[in-house]
């Protein structure tokens, strides 16, 4: 399977600990998304990264909230110094410009869990 | 900004037709979106509108009215498997794609 990838799946942490998600695109996308989502809403726009460069970040991400994409490939969320509502799904989206409409495809997502 | 509305829950019968609506008010405009997404997975694509009118693909198509800020998903001949959340999302100014909050569907017998 070629789809988008992330790990873990689940993760249940203690508030106040740091915790990294990690998602492999679509092998040819280079862009790269990523949202969290909570029971009953819909995708929030987290960020997003063309190749290793992170062009856009939302307002809404504290700065406990980091992102990286080092090589272009593979990308990272950390969550530092976690809170209860950061509990949520992770979601991370791929796609590839100039293959129509730039869709961004899915992955599975991290359901993250803050005790 | 970004303002996107849906019905929260709409419920239909198998084999039957429904329509769900989506109105947006955004600042910029460069498509709209339709995922669907069942309960505990990730959203997939649906459709994809950029053009006024209406995009069939087999049991779904959707339509797109950029002047009045209007879409709507239409599904035909329901399966019971078409129970799922369906997203409503408007791509605007550069990459960012904002979602609805989302149309609980649910197909009875």
């Known amino acids: 399977d070629t789809g988008v990838s992330q790990d873990p799946r689940h993760k249940i942490t203690k508030r106040g600990q740091n915790v990294t998600f990690r998602c492999d695109p679509i092998?040819?996308?280079?862009?790269l998304y990523w949202y969290r989502q909570t029971l009953g809403q819909g995708p929030e726009f987290l960020t997003y990264?063309?190749?290793?460069?992170?062009?856009?970040k939302s307002r809404l991400l504290s700065d406990r909230f980091s992102a990286e994409r080092p090589k272009g490939s593979f990308s990272t969320l950390e969550i530092q110094r976690t809170e209860q509502g950061d509990s949520a799904m992770y979601l991370c989206?791929?796609?590839?410009?100039?293959?129509?409409?730039?869709?961004?495809?899915f992955g599975p997502g991290t359901r993250l869990t803050v005790l | 900004g970004q303002n996107i509305d849906q019905p929260t829950e709409m419920t239909a019968t198998e084999g039957a037709i429904v329509q769900i609506n989506c109105t947006y008010q955004?600042?910029?405009?460069?498509?709209l979106f339709w995922y669907q997404q069942h309960a505990g997975e990730a959203p997939t694509f649906l459709s994809y509108n950029v053009l006024d009118g209406l995009e069939e693909k087999g049991r779904f198509s959707s339509f797109l009215s950029r002047s009045k800020g209007y879409s709507y998903l239409l599904l035909k001949e329901l399966q019971m498997k078409d129970s799922a959340s369906y997203l409503c999302a408007v791509k605007g100014g550069y990459q960012k794609v904002t979602f609805g909050t989302g149309t609980k569907l649910q197909v009875i017998p």
């Open positions: 990264f063309q190749n290793e460069a992170q062009l856009e």
């Open positions: 092998s040819e996308h280079n862009r």
């Open positions: 989206a791929s796609s590839a410009p100039g293959q129509g409409p730039d869709t961004q495809y």
């Open positions: 955004t600042s910029g405009f460069n498509g």
